[in-house]
């Protein structure tokens, strides 16, 4: 495992160098642009940000709570440390990470690791349900003189029809599960049987977090958690565009408009690698920001790496003294973590 992340963090950071050698003579980049961009951003809306960062991992972790409520009573602010802590991990070791949380919750509330893995594959998928709704709801609803305005109401319509699909496939899998993990075993074992099993074994989890939501109150508790935690997200990102006071592409930005840079941003993490993953997605953002919005280049560097602090990076601190105060080390929770079989992330 050690060696396959070295050779891909490697292979990364191989293939960025290629690329910025490749393009060293058409790249003009003006460094002293660059920092005053950063010298004049307007702290209070970065503070503003990296409050509604904070608030989402409440959030998760009452939504957590409701997810556990039908097996066990919890509070919320007893697994508030675990969200810090595993953010913290994922923000330092990359996706794979991820797991680190509901290993340190299952200990926590002292259920099992499998319970609460299953708990986090339902977590991903209303993670995607209610991004896909805002993103969806937001992109229908741009200027029509707004540049690139095809593009944006073309992005909301697939994300609200992919939304509908996963709806559907949700309803599907919580009526007939174990018939549905059987059939993707059937057709995907002709190819390989461990993908086959690996598939299977995912929609079971899935169907298993989804029991755990074992009333209509719930579920709608959790669609509206959901709801407010990805808001919260997306005025992050509102905020730290707007702290760019100088960039008037940045400035007065509105909340549709930073649809597509937070579906651009949430995508680059998907694959995110230790510490080098910080830079590729400080490239994504930096393009996107670059091509949808036609800030200069220096402004949308700036802007992806500032991003990446505010919505990534900010927590660490907190992480890091909640993983002190809970005598954990984040390095033997990573690899313990590796021995259980996660979830793919979907976001």
């Known amino acids: 495992m050690k060696n396959r992340k070295g050779i891909a963090v490697l292979a990364v ?17 003006d460094w002293a642009s660059f920092w005053l961009q950063l010298r004049h951003i307007a702290w209070i809306h970065v503070a503003a940000g990296i409050a509604f960062i904070y608030s989402t991992y409440y959030l998760r972790a009452l939504r957590w709570a409701v997810f556990v409520s039908p097996t066990k009573k919890i509070s919320p602010f007893s697994i508030i440390a675990p969200q810090f802590i595993g ?9 794979l990470a991820d797991v680190i949380r509901p290993a340190l919750i299952a200990k926590r509330v002292q259920l099992s690791v499998s319970s609460q893995i299953a708990v986090y594959t339902i ?8 991004a896909a709704i805002i993103f969806s709801s937001a992109l229908l609803f741009v200027p029509r003189d707004l540049p690139h305005h095809e593009i944006f109401v073309r992005s909301g319509k697939v994300a609200l029809a992919l939304t509908a699909a996963l709806a559907l496939f949700a309803v599907i899998v919580r009526l007939a599960g174990g018939a549905v993990a059987n059939a993707v075993r059937a057709v995907l074992g002709k190819l390989s049987r461990s993908i086959a099993d690996s598939a299977a074994d995912k929609i079971r989890d899935f169907r298993d977090g989804l029991n755990a939501i074992s009333s209509l109150q719930d579920f709608l508790i959790t669609v509206l958690l959901s709801l407010a935690m990805w808001g919260l997200i997306a005025l992050t990102y509102v905020q730290t565009l707007h702290a760019f006071v100088d960039t008037p592409q940045f400035a007065t930005i509105s909340f549709s408009r930073t649809m597509l840079l937070m579906a651009a ?21 930096t393009t996107a920001t670059h091509e949808f919005y036609g800030a200069p280049i220096e402004a949308a560097t700036a802007c992806g790496a500032l991003l990446q602090i505010v919505t990534w990076l900010s927590i660490i601190p907190a ?3 909640a993983a002190r105060l809970n005598h954990v080390s984040l390095k033997a929770a990573a690899a313990e973590a590796a021995t259980h079989a996660p979830a793919d992330p979907a976001l």
């Open 123 to 130: 977590e991903r998928m209303f993670d995607l349900g209610a």
């Open 319 to 321: 992480g890091l003294i």
């Open 13 to 29: 950071v191989l293939i960025l160098a290629i690329l910025v050698y490749a393009n060293r003579g058409r790249m003009h980049f």
């Open 265 to 285: 941003s949430l995508g680059g993490s998907l694959l995110q690698l230790p510490i080098v993953g910080w830079f590729t997605q400080i490239a994504v953002t």
């Open 87 to 95: 953010f913290t991990a994922v923000a330092l070791f990359g996706r």
